[in-house]
């Protein structure tokens, strides 16, 4: 069964730092491209990131752009997404999903970043 | 960036209603679109993929159309567990876009 479980979430004082891990199992992870989405409480969803499989190339929202890091390793199976400079509307449920050429199939489960003093 | 317009933002409906969901992109996406559903405290599920192609386990009663830049979603014959929040999504270019959203609720 194909499966992505984030974790890492947590409260952090603005600007602070968080970084998040997904663990995939169940298929090739080295193979498939995968992203980052977020939505905020009672809120719509945002692409947040993406990298490429091999993990050279990662486009970003412009929100994040500078701030987030999305990156992976292979030989763990695992996608993260380091996040700096953290801001209150940085508060979200962020959800990693795999890209499988026609939008985002599977989804994690989710885990919930709270930035607040 | 792409902007997606989806509507109506909700909607009330009663088990075995047709509805119909629509998204405009602000360009062309060729059929570079999705659908989501999402359940309260749940991930987002693919329902749709390529505009009108449906997902593997997903209801017959769902079905997507359109291309270029505008899109469907309809659900024929609305059942209990089909009360949720709907979204679009193109994944044409960067930034990856979706639609504000679709809360389908009880009449």
């Known amino acids: 069964e194909v499966q992505l479980v984030e974790s890492g979430g947590g409260l952090v004082q603005p600007g602070g730092s968080l970084r998040l891990s997904c663990a995939a199992s169940g298929f090739t992870f080295e193979s498939w491209w995968m992203h980052w989405v977020r939505q905020a409480p009672g809120k719509g969803l945002m692409?947040?990131?993406?990298?490429?499989?091999?993990?050279?190339?990662?486009v970003y929202a412009e929100s994040v752009k500078g701030r987030f890091t999305i990156s992976r390793d292979d030989a763990k199976d695992t996608l993260y997404l380091q996040m700096n400079s953290l801001r209150g509307d940085d508060t979200a449920v962020y959800y990693c999903?795999?890209?499988?050429?026609?939008?985002?199939?599977?989804w994690g489960q989710g885990t919930l970043v709270t930035v607040s003093s | 960036d792409i902007q997606m317009t989806q509507s109506p933002s909700s909607l009330a409906a009663s088990v075995g209603d047709r509805v119909t969901i629509t998204c405009r992109a602000s360009?062309?996406?060729?059929?570079?679109l999705d659908w989501y559903q999402q359940k309260p405290g749940k991930a987002p599920k693919r329902l749709i993929y390529t505009a009108s192609t449906l997902q593997s386990g997903v209801p017959s009663r769902f079905s997507g159309g359109g291309s270029g830049t505008e899109f469907t979603l309809t659900i024929s014959g609305l059942q209990p567990e089909d009360f949720a929040t709907y979204y679009c999504l193109q994944h044409h270019s960067y930034p990856w876009t979706f639609g504000q959203g679709t809360k389908v609720e009880i009449k």
């Open positions: 999903v795999r890209d499988d050429g026609a939008g985002f199939d599977p």
């Open positions: 360009e062309g996406i060729r059929n570079d």
């Open positions: 692409w947040v990131a993406r990298v490429n499989s091999g993990g050279g190339d990662t």
